[in-house]
C-alpha cells in the first residue's frame, strides 16, 4: 500500500509517468480512478484527470497522498469550478502544512480569492504567506498573482479597506509597492471609484523618483481624481503640467479625455453671456452636475466617451 501511494505521490510530483506505467498494477493496492488520475494529469490530459480525480477526497487519503491530490484539483479545477478549486487548495495547506504544497497552495489560492472577491480570506493568505514564505525563491510569483488580483478584482477599490490594503503593500520592497499603487490607481479610476484614484495616486507619488515616469503618472492619477471631484483648479492645473511624453501610450487618451471632460463641464449654458464664458465660478468646491439638465447631458456624453477610450486591457 505504502509502495502505491508512493508512486502516485511520485507523478504528482513532477515523476516521469513512464517509470510509474512499468509498475506490477495488479500488485498495486490503490484506487484504479486515483492512480489513471495522477497518470493523466502528468501527460496532460487535462479532462480526463478532471473526470477521473474530482470525487477524490483528499482528506481520505494520508496526508502526504491527499496534500499533494488536493494541490493538483486545485489546479485543475480553477478555471471551471473555482470555488472547489478553492476548497482543494485549502485542504492542502492545511494537510501539508511547512511544505512546498503549502507554498503552492498560498500562491494559487491567492489569486482564486482574488477573483471571488473575498477580501477577508485574500488578506489572510497574504500575511500566512508574508508569515511563512516571504523570503522564498516563488516570492515574486506570489507577488505577481497578488497583483493581478487586485488588478482583476473590486478588492481595492473600497475606500474604506484602503488603509488595510496599504498594511499589506508595507510588506513589498519599494519598486514592487509602487507599481502596485499604479496599478490600483488605474483600475479605480477605469472604475469611478475616484477616492481611491487619489489615495493610491499620493502614495505612487511619495515613493516615485523626481522626474520619472512613475512620478507622472502619479500626478495622472491624483490629477484626474482632483479635477473630477473637489479641487477642479488644482487638479486641471496638475493635468495640464504632465510631460505626456512620459505617459505610456495607452494613458495619453485618457488624459485628453479627462481634460476635455473637466473643461467641459465648465463650459456655460447655451444663450449665457460671454462675460459668464470667460469667468468661471466663484466657487469651485465640487461640480454640480445635477444643476442643469444641459450640463448634466453634455458631462454624461463626456463619460461615455471616456468609457469608451478605456476599454484596454487592464495592467
Do not use: W
Given at each position: 500500500?505504502?509502495?502505491?501511494?508512493?508512486?502516485?505521490?511520485?507523478?504528482?510530483?513532477?515523476?516521469?509517468?513512464?517509470?510509474?506505467?512499468?509498475?506490477?498494477?495488479?500488485?498495486?493496492?490503490?484506487?484504479?480512478?486515483?492512480?489513471?488520475?495522477?497518470?493523466?494529469?502528468?501527460?496532460?490530459?487535462?479532462?480526463?484527470?478532471?473526470?477521473?480525480?474530482?470525487?477524490?477526497?483528499?482528506?481520505?487519503?494520508?496526508?502526504?497522498?491527499?496534500?499533494?491530490?488536493?494541490?493538483?484539483?486545485?489546479?485543475?479545477?480553477?478555471?471551471?469550478?473555482?470555488?472547489?478549486?478553492?476548497?482543494?487548495?485549502?485542504?492542502?495547506?492545511?494537510?501539508?502544512?511547512?511544505?512546498l504544497v503549502e507554498e503552492a497552495a498560498l500562491r494559487r489560492e491567492i489569486l482564486l480569492v482574488g477573483q471571488a472577491e473575498d477580501f477577508d480570506k485574500f488578506e489572510f493568505l497574504t500575511l500566512a504567506y508574508i508569515r511563512h514564505y516571504r523570503n522564498s525563491i516563488y516570492a515574486g510569483d506570489f507577488w505577481q498573482r497578488f497583483s493581478t488580483g487586485l488588478a482583476q478584482s473590486s478588492l481595492a477599490l473600497d475606500e474604506r479597506r484602503f488603509a488595510r490594503i496599504a498594511a499589506l503593500l508595507e510588506q513589498i520592497e519599494r519598486a514592487g509597492r509602487l507599481k502596485l499603487y499604479l496599478v490600483i490607481a488605474r483600475a479605480a479610476m477605469l472604475r469611478g471609484q475616484l477616492a481611491v484614484t487619489r489615495l493610491a495616486g499620493e502614495r505612487a507619488l511619495t515613493l516615485s523618483a523626481d522626474a520619472s515616469a512613475d512620478r507622472e503618472r502619479a500626478h495622472f492619477f491624483r490629477g484626474v481624481a482632483r479635477a473630477l471631484t473637489d479641487e477642479y483648479d488644482g487638479g486641471l492645473a496638475e493635468l495640464k503640467a504632465l510631460d505626456q511624453s512620459k505617459l505610456?501610450?495607452?494613458?495619453?487618451?485618457?488624459?485628453?479625455?479627462?481634460?476635455?471632460?473637466?473643461?467641459?463641464?465648465?463650459?456655460?449654458?447655451?444663450?449665457?453671456?460671454?462675460?459668464?464664458?470667460?469667468?468661471?465660478?466663484?466657487?469651485?468646491?465640487?461640480?454640480?452636475?445635477?444643476?442643469?439638465?444641459?450640463?448634466?447631458?453634455?458631462?454624461?456624453?463626456?463619460?461615455?466617451?471616456?468609457?469608451?477610450l478605456t476599454r484596454d486591457r487592464r495592467p
Open positions: 500500500m505504502r509502495n502505491s501511494q508512493a508512486a502516485v505521490i511520485y507523478l504528482l510530483s513532477g515523476g516521469a509517468p513512464q517509470i510509474v506505467r512499468k509498475l506490477p498494477r495488479d500488485k498495486m493496492n490503490i484506487d484504479e480512478r486515483l492512480f489513471n488520475g495522477a497518470l493523466a494529469y502528468v501527460e496532460g490530459r487535462q479532462e480526463e484527470a478532471r473526470e477521473l480525480l474530482k470525487d477524490v477526497k483528499p482528506r481520505t487519503l494520508s496526508s502526504g497522498l491527499g496534500g499533494q491530490v488536493a494541490l493538483v484539483q486545485g489546479a485543475l479545477f480553477a478555471r471551471a469550478e473555482a470555488s472547489l478549486a478553492i476548497e482543494r487548495l485549502d485542504d492542502a495547506r492545511l494537510l501539508l502544512p511547512g511544505t505610456p501610450e495607452r494613458d495619453v487618451p485618457l488624459l485628453n479625455a479627462t481634460l476635455q471632460l473637466a473643461l467641459d463641464v465648465r463650459k456655460p449654458l447655451p444663450g449665457g453671456s460671454a462675460t459668464a464664458a470667460d469667468k468661471p465660478p466663484a466657487t469651485p468646491a465640487r461640480l454640480d452636475l445635477a444643476s442643469s439638465t444641459v450640463t448634466l447631458a453634455r458631462a454624461h456624453k463626456q463619460l461615455g466617451e471616456l468609457e469608451l
